[in-house]
Protein backbone atom coordinates (compact mmCIF):
# COMPACT_ATOMS: atom_id res chain seq x y z
CA UNK A 1 0.00 0.00 0.00
CA UNK A 2 2.88 2.21 0.57
CA UNK A 3 4.82 1.66 -2.62
CA UNK A 4 1.30 2.01 -3.89
CA UNK A 5 0.38 5.32 -2.50
CA UNK A 6 4.08 6.57 -3.69
CA UNK A 7 4.05 5.47 -7.03
CA UNK A 8 0.24 7.60 -7.02
CA UNK A 9 2.15 10.46 -5.58
CA UNK A 10 4.68 10.39 -8.23
CA UNK A 11 2.25 10.09 -11.05
CA UNK A 12 0.19 13.23 -9.61
CA UNK A 13 3.41 15.11 -9.24
CA UNK A 14 4.60 14.36 -12.48
CA UNK A 15 1.49 15.21 -14.57
CA UNK A 16 1.74 17.99 -16.79
CA UNK A 17 -0.29 21.43 -16.06
CA UNK A 18 -3.54 21.85 -17.67
CA UNK A 19 -3.71 24.60 -20.30
CA UNK A 20 -5.77 26.95 -17.74
CA UNK A 21 -2.72 26.50 -14.85
CA UNK A 22 -0.04 27.36 -17.68
CA UNK A 23 -1.67 30.57 -19.22
CA UNK A 24 -2.87 31.78 -15.62
CA UNK A 25 1.00 31.64 -14.46
CA UNK A 26 2.15 32.83 -17.96
CA UNK A 27 -0.48 35.71 -17.92
CA UNK A 28 0.58 36.27 -14.18
CA UNK A 29 4.15 36.90 -15.52
CA UNK A 30 3.19 39.24 -18.28
CA UNK A 31 1.26 41.81 -16.67
CA UNK A 32 3.76 42.69 -14.03
CA UNK A 33 5.42 44.64 -16.64
CA UNK A 34 8.78 43.11 -15.09
CA UNK A 35 11.19 41.48 -17.52
CA UNK A 36 12.76 38.78 -15.34
CA UNK A 37 9.17 37.97 -14.17
CA UNK A 38 8.02 37.62 -18.10
CA UNK A 39 11.40 36.02 -18.96
CA UNK A 40 11.04 33.07 -16.54
CA UNK A 41 8.15 32.56 -18.21
CA UNK A 42 9.78 31.40 -21.20
CA UNK A 43 9.17 27.63 -19.84
CA UNK A 44 5.55 27.54 -19.48
CA UNK A 45 5.54 29.63 -22.52
CA UNK A 46 6.75 27.00 -24.84
CA UNK A 47 4.72 24.14 -22.84
CA UNK A 48 1.57 25.69 -23.64
CA UNK A 49 2.67 25.88 -27.26
CA UNK A 50 3.84 22.04 -27.33
CA UNK A 51 1.06 21.10 -25.97
CA UNK A 52 -1.74 23.36 -26.83
CA UNK A 53 -1.89 24.47 -29.72
CA UNK A 54 -5.27 24.30 -30.72
CA UNK A 55 -6.61 26.21 -27.68
CA UNK A 56 -7.96 29.42 -28.43
CA UNK A 57 -5.56 31.52 -26.15
CA UNK A 58 -2.67 29.82 -27.91
CA UNK A 59 -2.60 33.55 -30.27
CA UNK A 60 -2.30 35.45 -26.86
CA UNK A 61 0.55 33.30 -25.77
CA UNK A 62 2.38 33.12 -29.14
CA UNK A 63 2.09 36.84 -29.18
CA UNK A 64 3.97 36.80 -25.46
CA UNK A 65 6.31 34.12 -26.61
CA UNK A 66 7.41 36.93 -29.04
CA UNK A 67 7.51 39.69 -26.30
CA UNK A 68 9.88 37.80 -24.75
CA UNK A 69 12.15 36.76 -27.75
CA UNK A 70 12.10 40.56 -28.75
CA UNK A 71 12.87 41.49 -24.89
CA UNK A 72 16.10 39.14 -25.14
CA UNK A 73 17.37 40.08 -28.55
CA UNK A 74 16.88 43.55 -27.18
CA UNK A 75 19.08 43.06 -24.41
CA UNK A 76 22.04 41.83 -26.23
CA UNK A 77 21.75 44.92 -28.47
CA UNK A 78 21.65 47.03 -25.02
CA UNK A 79 24.66 44.96 -23.55
CA UNK A 80 26.83 45.07 -26.60
CA UNK A 81 26.06 49.11 -26.69
CA UNK A 82 27.36 49.25 -22.77
CA UNK A 83 30.42 47.75 -23.40
CA UNK A 84 31.29 49.87 -26.54
CA UNK A 85 29.79 53.11 -24.87
CA UNK A 86 27.87 53.46 -27.68
CA UNK A 87 31.09 54.25 -30.23
CA UNK A 88 32.98 51.94 -32.67
CA UNK A 89 31.80 48.64 -31.25
CA UNK A 90 27.86 49.55 -32.45
CA UNK A 91 27.19 49.55 -36.72
CA UNK A 92 25.23 52.46 -37.44
CA UNK A 93 22.27 49.93 -37.53
CA UNK A 94 22.54 48.94 -34.44
CA UNK A 95 23.28 52.68 -32.99
CA UNK A 96 19.97 53.43 -35.43
CA UNK A 97 18.15 50.63 -33.40
CA UNK A 98 19.03 51.46 -30.34
CA UNK A 99 18.11 55.27 -30.59
CA UNK A 100 14.54 54.48 -32.29
CA UNK A 101 13.81 52.22 -29.08
CA UNK A 102 14.56 54.70 -26.16
CA UNK A 103 10.73 55.91 -26.52
CA UNK A 104 9.31 52.52 -26.53
CA UNK A 105 7.81 53.16 -22.95
CA UNK A 106 7.15 56.72 -23.15
CA UNK A 107 6.28 56.86 -26.63
CA UNK A 108 5.30 54.16 -28.85
CA UNK A 109 3.98 56.31 -31.91
CA UNK A 110 7.81 57.78 -31.66
CA UNK A 111 9.20 54.42 -31.79
CA UNK A 112 7.01 53.47 -34.58
CA UNK A 113 7.71 56.42 -36.87
CA UNK A 114 11.52 55.62 -36.47
CA UNK A 115 11.68 51.82 -36.68
CA UNK A 116 10.04 52.57 -39.97
CA UNK A 117 12.31 54.91 -41.09
CA UNK A 118 15.28 52.57 -39.86
CA UNK A 119 13.97 49.83 -42.07
CA UNK A 120 13.05 51.94 -45.11
CA UNK A 121 16.85 54.02 -44.86
CA UNK A 122 18.24 50.23 -43.93
CA UNK A 123 16.98 47.78 -46.33
CA UNK A 124 17.94 44.22 -46.21
CA UNK A 125 19.94 44.46 -49.44
CA UNK A 126 21.88 47.45 -48.38
CA UNK A 127 24.04 45.25 -45.24
CA UNK A 128 25.88 42.83 -45.29
CA UNK A 129 27.10 41.64 -41.81
CA UNK A 130 25.15 39.32 -39.75
CA UNK A 131 24.93 41.09 -36.72
CA UNK A 132 22.86 43.83 -39.09
CA UNK A 133 20.89 41.85 -40.48
CA UNK A 134 19.88 40.37 -36.89
CA UNK A 135 19.32 43.86 -36.09
CA UNK A 136 17.10 44.87 -39.17
CA UNK A 137 15.15 41.66 -37.97
CA UNK A 138 14.55 42.80 -34.15
CA UNK A 139 13.59 46.40 -35.54
CA UNK A 140 11.05 44.94 -37.93
CA UNK A 141 9.79 42.52 -35.33
CA UNK A 142 9.01 44.63 -32.81
CA UNK A 143 7.52 47.36 -35.35
CA UNK A 144 5.18 44.44 -35.81
CA UNK A 145 4.19 44.08 -32.42
CA UNK A 146 3.36 47.65 -32.07
CA UNK A 147 1.39 47.81 -34.82
CA UNK A 148 -0.56 44.80 -33.69
CA UNK A 149 -1.06 46.78 -30.15
CA UNK A 150 -2.25 49.92 -31.75
CA UNK A 151 -4.37 47.85 -33.88
CA UNK A 152 -5.61 46.46 -30.41
CA UNK A 153 -6.13 49.64 -29.19
CA UNK A 154 -7.76 51.14 -31.70
CA UNK A 155 -10.59 48.41 -31.74
CA UNK A 156 -11.08 48.73 -28.38
CA UNK A 157 -11.11 53.26 -27.97
CA UNK A 158 -12.17 54.15 -31.45
CA UNK A 159 -16.28 53.11 -29.84
CA UNK A 160 -15.53 54.79 -27.32
CA UNK A 161 -14.36 58.17 -29.26
CA UNK A 162 -17.01 57.96 -31.38
CA UNK A 163 -19.70 58.10 -29.02
CA UNK A 164 -18.09 60.75 -27.15
CA UNK A 165 -18.30 63.01 -30.42
CA UNK A 166 -21.66 62.21 -31.19
CA UNK A 167 -22.30 63.33 -27.41
CA UNK A 168 -20.63 66.40 -28.22
CA UNK A 169 -22.67 66.81 -31.13
CA UNK A 170 -26.06 66.29 -28.90
CA UNK A 171 -25.18 69.21 -27.19
CA UNK A 172 -24.15 71.80 -29.78
CA UNK A 173 -27.12 73.69 -28.80
CA UNK A 174 -27.76 73.21 -25.39
CA UNK A 175 -24.26 73.23 -24.73
CA UNK A 176 -21.73 74.61 -26.62
CA UNK A 177 -18.94 74.92 -24.17
CA UNK A 178 -19.09 71.42 -23.61
CA UNK A 179 -19.36 69.97 -26.57
CA UNK A 180 -16.15 72.29 -27.30
CA UNK A 181 -14.46 70.78 -24.37
CA UNK A 182 -14.92 67.01 -25.91
CA UNK A 183 -13.60 67.88 -29.30
CA UNK A 184 -10.67 69.61 -27.89
CA UNK A 185 -9.80 66.70 -25.31
CA UNK A 186 -10.00 64.09 -28.22
CA UNK A 187 -7.73 66.44 -29.99
CA UNK A 188 -5.55 66.86 -27.47
CA UNK A 189 -4.95 63.54 -26.41
CA UNK A 190 -5.07 61.90 -29.57
CA UNK A 191 -3.36 63.81 -32.12
CA UNK A 192 -0.17 61.69 -32.17
CA UNK A 193 -1.90 58.67 -32.66
CA UNK A 194 -1.29 57.14 -35.74
CA UNK A 195 -4.86 54.57 -35.34
CA UNK A 196 -7.01 57.57 -34.02
CA UNK A 197 -6.14 59.45 -37.29
CA UNK A 198 -10.24 59.85 -38.58
CA UNK A 199 -11.65 60.41 -35.38
CA UNK A 200 -9.44 63.24 -34.53
CA UNK A 201 -9.61 64.70 -38.14
CA UNK A 202 -13.51 64.45 -37.62
CA UNK A 203 -13.30 66.21 -33.83
CA UNK A 204 -11.53 68.56 -36.06
CA UNK A 205 -14.25 69.58 -38.81
CA UNK A 206 -16.95 69.24 -35.97
CA UNK A 207 -14.63 72.00 -34.03
CA UNK A 208 -13.85 74.23 -37.29
CA UNK A 209 -17.56 73.95 -38.11
CA UNK A 210 -18.81 74.95 -34.68
CA UNK A 211 -16.21 77.87 -34.42
CA UNK A 212 -18.32 79.18 -37.44
CA UNK A 213 -21.16 78.97 -36.10
CA UNK A 214 -20.16 81.49 -33.29
CA UNK A 215 -21.13 78.72 -30.92
Same mark, same amino acid.
Given at each position: LVVLGITTMVRYVNRPPTADQLFDRILQASDQDNWPALSAA?????????LFSSDPRYGDVAAISEKIALGKLQRKFEAKARRGRGSTELTAVERAYLDSIRSLTTDPEETARKLRALLDLFSYATVDSQ?? %? &??????NRQLESLEAEFNDRKERDIPLLRH? %? &???????????AGARTIRESIIALYQDKSWADEIVREAQEALAKQA???T
Open positions: QDDVELFKRDE %L &RCLEVAR %L &RTAHSLEQSNPLSG
